[in-house]
């Protein structure tokens, strides 16, 4: 039966240990980072294999392809796309930004479905305020709640259509954190009628989307202990508060924002209420670790699961590829830069596999 985590791996390639541990630990699914990138021949490649590893050709494959410093696929193989706050910026108007964020979305879906990968960690809902940590920044649509709302449901929509998976991040919302999860655990101290005007609104505005990946972050409102992500409390708002009925995935286990071993951070976000817990970095040693904490994909949890992947489209929405990039890039020339603020989650393999 299938566990309940989603693992990344080390290289190129699998090695024998990767695949003997895949066949094992049967995970739900798998996510891709620069490490892991050379040419779409090779990612196509490793996609099939991964699939192959566990005997099931709809599990799923995931990305971090948001654009700007999030972007795991990139030249010379595949375009450079904006961050998210460039399509604002752009055209200074929500309507006309809507249509090329989704533009956007509906190319990177075209750009992923050609390497069989289904999901793409996309969109961004976090809505950042003053002074906040730049982990967000520019990749937030926009500094506003319904902004964002309206953006992040076009770059939702615009996968979709393309036979891609969204997931909303990083839910409840990390745009009022003063610090890097990777790094640190956030505190925010904002009282509940605040945070329900802002944070949390382009979530609940976007609870119909099939999958949720949740923020490392403590609102003390919600429970003072623990971050969302292994709090019973915050599972809850998040269900009952917010809506959301879909699939709902931790962050990284491996960021430094929670405490614990591998093993006890993954009991406890799945104690917690998530339904499948995600390790990024490869390396096999703490993989093993997390499937220890890991169970089994079942109940209400494998029947979210279902239920994402039973909405890839499998006719994608007919796209001219060609004319819409060229769309895209007139209406964004020389309007955003790819590599502004810290780069952002890409989780370190072991030596050998840089």
């Known amino acids: 039966m299938t566990s309940a985590a989603i693992y990344g791996c080390s290289g190129h390639k699998l090695t024998a240990e990767e695949r003997a541990f895949y066949a094992e630990a049967k995970p739900w699914g798998f996510i ?5 990138v050379d040419t779409p021949a090779q990612v196509k490649a490793l996609v099939e294999d991964l699939r192959d590893s566990v005997g099931r050709a709809d599990a799923p494959v995931l990305i971090d392809q948001e654009g700007g410093r999030v972007q795991r696929l990139g030249p010379p193989h595949w375009p450079k ?17 809507r249509e090329l964020v989704r533009l956007g979305a ?54 979709l259509a393309g036979g891609v998976l969204p997931i909303i991040k990083h839910i409840p919302g990390h745009g009022r954190a003063f610090a890097d999860s990777h790094h640190d655990l956030p505190v925010v101290e904002t009282d509940l009628e605040t945070l329900d005007a802002w944070d949390f609104a382009p979530f609940k505005a976007l609870s119909d989307m099939p999958m949720a990946m949740t923020a490392h972050v403590v609102f003390t409102a919600v429970d003072a202990k623990r971050p969302a992500t292994t709090s019973k409390k915050g599972i809850r ?11 709902i995935m931790s962050d990284d286990l491996s960021m ?18 998530c339904d499948v817990v995600l390790h990024c970095n490869g390396d096999l040693g703490e993989m093993r670790q997390v499937a220890e904490g890991t169970g089994k994909l079942k109940g209400e949890a494998r029947r979210r699961a279902e239920a994402a992947l039973a909405r890839i489209v499998h006719t994608p929405e007919p796209l001219d590829v060609a004319e819409a990039r060229a769309r895209l890039e ?25």
């Open 32 to 36: 891709l980072f620069r490490r892991n």
């Open 81 to 97: 796309y904006p961050p998210g706050s460039a399509y604002l910026k752009a055209v200074n108007d929500p309507m006309a930004a």
């Open 106 to 159: 509906r190319l990177m879906a075209h750009d992923l479905r050609e390497l069989g990968i289904t999901v793409d960690c996309v969109p961004v809902l976090d809505v950042p305020v003053p002074g906040a940590h730049d982990i967000i920044g520019d990749r937030a649509y926009a500094q506003d709640p319904a902004t964002v709302t309206q953006l992040g449901r076009a770059a939702a929509e615009g996968l």
């Open 237 to 247: 708002l998040m269900r009952e508060h917010l809506g959301f009925s879909g699939l």
């Open 256 to 273: 430094k924002a929670l405490s614990g071993t591998l093993t006890e951070r993954a009991e406890q976000s799945l104690k917690a209420g």
């Open 330 to 354: 007139a209406a964004l020339s020389g309007r955003f830069d790819a590599a502004k603020g810290p780069d952002v989650g890409e989780a370190q393999a072991p030596a050998q596999a840089q």
